[in-house]
């Protein structure tokens, strides 16, 4: 991902960009490049990230272009877990299957490379401590809504795996290190292919509708995207 963040692609950006990249190219793409620098991703890799939403698709693609062979999402709502399947990531319905356990048997009981905790709930951050192998690395990217606890167990996670934790926050745009930059060029050059992020289309005549599946939350949806017809 260092790499990625410094490359000059060479593409022209604004002529290879069509409308559905541009939907999808808000701050979603470059925040989550930041976080797989932080979980410093190498090749040969294995990624877990916790929470399957578009934010947590963004990290599992980042993660496969920066090498890692594995991505487990994991994820309690069955659709997400159905979606980031379809997009060929490995994914766990939390609720069925004990993540720990699944990434622990499918590491060979060493435990994933990185953890990224994207969900912000205490016990999806405890699972990330105890899913990341001995002296691997934990990203804390999910904010929560309220206090978060760890239970003395978890936290003997930390000692005794000699863990390093990172937080993440936003993106980095300067002239060192412009990650919306680098985000813009791999999707134009479908290094990052977005496009399936887009659930819905709807014309700004269905302005109504469009919001309503946002805010009823009664179907599935990743990025809805409104179109001139």
């Not at 069509?18 to 470059?30: H, P």
């Not at 090749?43 to 272009?65: E, S, Y």
Request: glycine fraction near 10%; charged fraction near 20%; aromatic fraction near 8%.
């Amino acid at each position: 991902v260092a790499a990625l963040a410094h490359v000059d692609t060479g593409v022209n950006v604004g002529a290879a960009l069509t409308n559905e990249d541009l939907t999808s190219v808000d701050q979603l793409a470059a925040v989550a490049l930041h976080a797989i620098g932080q979980a410093s991703v190498g090749i040969g890799d294995t990624v877990a990230v916790f929470g399957a939403g578009p934010i947590g698709i963004m990290l599992g693609l980042w993660a496969r272009t920066a090498g890692a062979f594995r991505v487990i999402l994991c994820d309690i709502d069955p659709t997400k877990v159905e979606f980031a399947r379809k997009q060929g990531f490995d994914a766990v319905n939390s609720r069925e299957t004990d993540p720990v356990e699944y990434i622990r048997t499918q590491t060979g009981g060493r435990g994933a490379d990185a953890c990224i905790e994207g969900a912000g709930v205490a016990q999806t951050w405890e699972q990330a401590l105890k899913a990341v192998k001995s002296f691997g690395t934990v990203v804390s990217m999910g904010n929560p809504a309220g206090d978060m606890t760890l239970t003395q167990k978890g936290y003997w996670e930390i000692l005794r795996k000699q863990l390093t934790l990172k937080g993440t926050w936003n993106s980095s745009y300067n002239d060192v290190r412009n990650e919306w930059r680098t985000a813009l060029a791999a999707i134009a050059s479908h290094r990052i292919d977005v496009r399936p992020l887009i659930s819905h289309r709807f014309p700004l005549s269905e302005a109504d509708k469009a919001f309503g599946v946002m805010r009823e939350r009664k179907e599935f949806f990743n990025k809805v995207m409104f179109i001139n017809r």
